[in-house]
């Protein structure tokens, strides 16, 4: 189990003693809880969780409007649809509406519910998140952003996020500017990853404490089972500074045209039972009426 490494309610307590929201990292704010064991259930077509998380997912639609530049956020994971579409570079990393969408069959999910159930875990209740859209710089299609690597409280590098893209050096001093934040979690996480992205309109000057990058999101350290994706480096040698592939980095996908991502977005099932039934309030969520006032 990762515990409390890839939960982004611990991460965002820790980020409150060390920076400003919407300055040095990117806030969130709690729409509602949602029962682990009725995620459970509803993948195994069992009980009436398929029906709850349908009335869930409209209730949530309601309160947050495809108008509105929110990206939603598993506790544990982001959403496996909003990694897809980021990794298109016909996407400019600009805001896309489908963002809002959760789907029930999210790999990333399942894996770490599986993983993460705690032993009586049927009244594990997995709080999601709303966070700002905040839009990265962005380098041939993709978003300049960075993953840190930790162990045991040390950083032991940094890599461009994106192995699909590579970047210049001119980028070299936000890439160690990540590294110099990351460092100062070492006692509170360990062994564990930090992804950053350099906003657009931070990027033409310098990084700086006035001019940091923002952090989006953290995670398990690359060495363990299940763990982080080395991005730009050699699988198991994530030591010093990648800006573009290592010899002996897994290749990275093919560029993904925006048409194709939107088409394996698309391709399951659209029935209630599938593709839309995954948030918020209704019988499987605390607190979702306040989200919505």
């Known amino acids: 189990m990762f515990g409390d490494v890839v939960r982004l309610s611990r991460w965002l307590d820790v980020w409150e003693c060390h920076g400003v929201a919407g300055e040095d990292y990117i806030p969130a704010v709690e729409i509602g809880r949602v029962r682990a064991q009725g995620l459970v259930d509803a993948l195994d077509g069992k009980g009436a969780g398929l029906g709850q998380l349908w009335d869930a997912y409209q209730a949530y639609r309601a309160a947050v409007p495809d108008t509105v530049q929110w990206v939603p956020r598993w506790d544990v994971c982001a959403p496996e649809g909003v990694k897809y579409l980021m990794s298109s570079a016909a996407s400019e990393g600009q805001w896309d509406p489908q963002m809002l969408d959760w789907t029930i069959d999210d790999s990333r999910l399942i894996d770490i519910l599986f993983d993460e159930m705690p032993p009586g875990g049927e009244d594990w209740w997995i ?3 709303a966070r700002p859209w905040h839009r990265a710089a962005v380098v041939d299609g993709y978003p300049v ?3 840190v690597y930790l162990l045991d409280g040390v950083v032991r590098g940094v890599s461009s996020y ?3 893209r590579p970047l210049g050096d ?3 001093p936000w890439a160690y500017a990540c590294w110099y934040v990351a460092g100062q979690f070492g006692s509170e996480f360990p062994n564990c990853t930090l992804d950053f992205i350099v906003p657009h309109e931070r990027a033409d000057d310098p990084p700086s404490p006035e001019n940091p990058p923002l952090w989006l999101e953290s995670g398990p350290h690359h060495g363990e089972a299940r763990g982080a994706h080395p991005c730009c480096f050699m699988p198991g040698k994530t030591n010093g500074v990648a800006l573009r592939l290592q010899p002996g980095a897994i290749e990275p ?7 194709e991502i939107l088409a394996m977005l698309t391709e399951q099932d659209d029935s209630p039972e599938t593709h839309f039934a995954c948030t918020p309030p209704a019988a499987c969520v605390e607190g979702a009426a306040h989200a919505a006032e």
């Not at 996908?253 to 048409?259: N, S």
């Open 145 to 147: 952003e960075f993953r």
């Open 253 to 259: 996908p093919g560029r993904r045209r925006a048409g």
């Open 162 to 164: 994106y192995p699909q």
């Open 127 to 129: 709080p999601l998140y």
């Open 170 to 172: 001119e980028w070299l």
